[in-house]
């Protein structure tokens, strides 16, 4: 959670920040987006863990700075849709600010989205942080990390299968549990449109 509120978070001013610029800045800012958006995730998180070392923190921040392209690509895209309607025209011809626009008419109409790319990113980030213990990279011996439990049982498959099969089933729950609440934030948000 602390990883997702951190990517949210950068992911939020740095967003910002593309959002509302314009020209050459812009431009630039969004092929440098577009380069780290072709790279996977996980893929980067390995790359940040061997440069940083594994470890608990290093691995945080690794999930956390991987996370961080899609929520800023996601929230350019919900700024820059919400800067070409009529009411922020209307908003800015009254005298409004850059500032002013986006506290009381963006931030608004982009919460729910914000909500929904957070609870997606919370799976993505379990999942990452697992994968990246039982390659040995994550949390390491002392700390109980589901994916490190499965990489360090491995070997007993044949002998314990549960010492494989209850972190395995633990992921899951917890990525099914998170993709579900996102589903349900994402209907109540349908229907509170809709009224």
């Known amino acids: 959670i602390i990883t997702v509120l951190g990517a949210l978070i950068?992911?939020?001013l740095l967003g910002t920040l593309a959002g509302m610029s314009k020209g050459v800045k812009s431009s630039i800012f969004n092929h440098v987006l577009?380069?780290?958006?072709t790279i996977?995730?996980?893929l980067l998180a390995i790359i940040i863990?061997?440069?940083?070392g594994p470890g608990l923190q290093n691995t945080t921040w690794a999930i956390m700075l991987a996370l961080l392209p899609q929520f800023v690509h996601g929230i350019r895209n919900a700024i820059a849709e919400q800067l070409n309607q009529d009411y922020v025209v209307a908003y800015r011809l009254d005298?409004?600010?850059n500032w002013q626009v986006f506290s009381r008419i963006i931030m608004p109409n982009i919460?729910?989205?914000?909500t929904l790319m957070a609870t997606m990113?919370?799976?993505t980030a379990t999942l990452d942080i697992a994968a990246l213990g039982f390659l040995g990279l994550g949390a390491q011996a002392p700390s109980a990390e589901w994916g490190a439990i499965i990489g360090d049982s491995l070997d007993l498959i044949y002998i314990a299968p549960v010492s494989v099969?209850?972190?395995?089933?633990?992921?899951f729950m917890a990525v099914l549990s998170v993709n579900l609440v996102g589903d349900g934030l994402r209907n109540a948000a349908k229907k509170r449109r809709e009224n």
């Open 10 to 12: 950068m992911g939020l």
């Open 111 to 114: 919460w729910e989205r914000l």
């Open 95 to 97: 005298g409004a600010n």
């Open 165 to 171: 099969a209850v972190p395995g089933l633990l992921i």
């Open 121 to 123: 990113a919370l799976s």
């Open 40 to 42: 996977p995730s996980l």
């Open 34 to 37: 577009d380069l780290a958006l």
């Open 49 to 52: 863990v061997a440069i940083l």
